[in-house]
């Protein structure tokens, strides 16, 4: 897990989305010709968002490394994959809720105007530093002694072992909470000087000594499936695992000093916030941080649904049988945030700075040209990777994590899936009311999207078999994020105004019958190899339902979109080509 982010839903488990970059410069005018408006600022946001997607790409392929040595390490479902799951994600929920969402959103349009001071904002940098490594260090320290507490929050019918174990994880990877928001901190001040590369890579730093760590405890402890006592973990077994994830986090963080030294970047320890400019950043930081709140309720009930059904949804469960629960889900969501991480989260990075630039400067016009652009090509690329979760979900599942929890897993990225175009363009349009300092309005869209995730989660305890509640929550996910979405974009559009609305509909309109036509076809080609292999029984059944239908599903999709004149594959080919 590389960096901490939310689910505007509240749904499925927070492992981030890597930090944002920033785009062209620290103006925030990502291009000198045509504004962003025309051909030149397609490229010119295509290439910044290229440049970051490398990074982020060579992270997530990292991630999912790592995540399928955590599998044959600790197993998908059991009482260790299940401690190690809910106790690592510890820091990241803290993280989220005391600073992560704040600090995404405030800190690039603050200093991007605070770099227009007489010192170059270098007193801005300087107590803003301070004030978050003080804030954080007395946190953490903080919620090391709080560590049962919080583990019980998430996992209340657990019983004693199970919460002594994941208490024990706890105490071991809870540090990282330091680390995470000194990465943030240190990585926005990279963006808002122009520095496009490092924040994005610095987490592929983190999965290497992450994979060494497991690479380790196999050599010592043996895999998953053999006889090593590995569902209950030792504390030299808890040692071992959580201090190399810990590891990990403190060397992305430390690894982006290298970049500020060699821009001259220097912090002399500043206490105090008065007479920099913090009131208005104040603001936003306080509707966000509600926010986040709101999600993270959400995802507390989503965790404590996916502990119930785990246990049986209430049924009793037959020896020997093991259900799914929130590992299942953590390892689904990593699947699912792969292609949100890849496309999204640089076009957003990209925008998001010439954003706060254009913003800060009055071209109204040329926000809502971008944001325009933004939601246009994120349309393109989010649909069609969710398309190929939903219909290859399950034999991607078999084919990383292997014919024993695979499957179930691939069906919960899957369903998680279904709202993927949806939480994309989400994101962005929350960070382009962040770009003109409104707080209020992205809130209320996190409480919509919160509110119907947390009631259809509820649902699904209810009724839903215990073995397909993962999936289920899932679904419940998808829905919230169509909701929230909905609910922003109206919002959006009454600050605004236009902006080329009615030129994004028909366009979407475009990607999802290319989308609906690309499903049906790679489905029948699923299908059609499944029945020559017999199933999908293991990883090389698995890698020849992905490859042949996967190709199907992509080459319908691209001839759909050239049969209905979707002008944005070209811009989106052409930089896939230089690149």
């Known amino acids: 897990m590389s960096t901490p982010s939310t689910s505007p839903a509240g749904g499925a488990a927070p492992p981030p989305d890597a930090g944002p970059d920033a785009a062209a410069s620290t103006s925030g005018a990502g291009d000198t010709t045509g504004g962003g408006r025309g051909p030149a600022g397609v490229r010119s946001l295509l290439r910044s968002s290229t440049v970051m997607a490398a990074g982020t790409a060579v992270s997530r392929a990292l991630g999912l490394v790592r995540s399928v040595v955590l599998v044959v390490a600790i197993g998908a479902v059991g009482t260790g994959a299940d ?3 809910v106790a690592n994600r510890l820091p990241n929920i803290v993280y989220l809720l005391i600073a992560g969402g704040v600090l995404n959103a405030v800190l690039v349009p603050q200093i991007v105007r605070a770099s227009r001071d007489p010192d170059g904002g270098a007193a801005f940098v300087d107590r803003l530093v301070t004030l978050i490594v003080t804030g954080l260090a007395a946190v953490t ?5 709080a560590a049962p507490l919080l583990v019980r929050a998430y996992a209340s019918s657990w019983g004693p072992d199970e919460l002594r174990l994941a208490t024990a994880i706890a105490l071991w990877v809870l540090p990282q909470l330091f680390f995470y928001g000194l990465y943030t901190v240190l990585g926005q001040v990279l963006n808002a000087r122009g520095s496009f590369g490092p ?8 999965n290497v000594v992450s994979i060494a760590g497991l690479a380790v405890f196999i050599g010592l402890f043996g895999r998953a499936d053999e006889t090593t006592g590995l569902d209950t973990l030792d504390p030299t077994q808890v040692a071992v695992l959580a201090g190399t994830a810990t590891l990990g986090v403190v060397a992305q963080a430390l690894v982006l000093l290298v970049p500020l030294r060699r821009l001259g970047f220097t912090w ?3 206490f105090g916030v008065r007479g920099v400019g913090l009131r208005s950043a104040g603001t936003v930081a306080l509707w966000t941080f509600a926010g986040i709140l709101v999600s993270q309720a959400g995802y507390l009930v989503t965790v404590q649904v996916a502990v119930y059904g785990s246990q049986g949804a209430g049924e009793p469960v037959p020896e020997g049988v093991v259900l799914p629960g929130p590992a299942v889900l953590g390892y689904a969501y990593l699947l699912y945030v792969l292609p949100h991480s890849l496309v999204a989260v640089s076009v957003v990075t990209a925008l998001f700075t010439r954003l706060s630039g254009r913003i800060t400067s009055g ?11 933004g939601l246009r090509l994120l349309g393109v690329v989010s649909v069609l990777s969710a398309t190929g979760l939903v219909v290859l979900g399950a034999p991607v599942g078999v084919l990383l994590f292997g014919p024993g929890g695979g499957d179930v897993i691939g069906a919960t990225a899957g369903a998680m899936a279904l709202g993927l175009p949806f ?3 989400l994101y962005l349009v929350q960070r382009g009311f962040y770009a003109r300092e409104d707080g209020k309005r992205p809130f209320i869209g996190v409480v919509v999207a919160g509110v119907v995730s947390v009631v259809l989660n509820v649902v699904v305890a209810l009724v839903v078999p215990a073995e397909l509640v993962v999936v289920g929550l899932g679904v419940s996910q998808s829905v919230g994020n169509v909701a929230g979405l909905a609910t922003a974009l109206v919002l959006l559009h009454r600050r605004t105004g236009s902006f080329d609305g009615a030129r994004v509909l028909r366009l979407h309109v475009r990607v999802l019958l290319s989308a609906v036509v690309a499903g049906l076809a790679g489905w029948g080609a699923s299908s059609g190899v499944q029945a020559l292999l017999s199933g999908i029984t293991s990883r090389p059944t698995a890698l020849a339902v992905v490859l042949v239908a996967g190709a199907v599903v992509v080459g319908v999709y691209v001839l759909m979109l050239r049969a209905t004149r979707v002008r944005e594959l070209d811009d989106v080919l052409a930089q896939v080509r230089r690149r």
Request: glycine share 4%; charged share 20%; hydrophobic share 50%.
């Open 268 to 270: 002399t320890p500043r």
């Open 199 to 206: 924040y994005m890579w610095a987490p592929v730093v983190n």
């Open 141 to 145: 320290a903080l919620c090391m002694v």
């Open 83 to 85: 401690a190690f799951d």
């Open 423 to 425: 939480y994309s363009a």
């Open 363 to 373: 071209d109204v016009d040329g926000a809502r040209a971008d944001m325009s652009l």
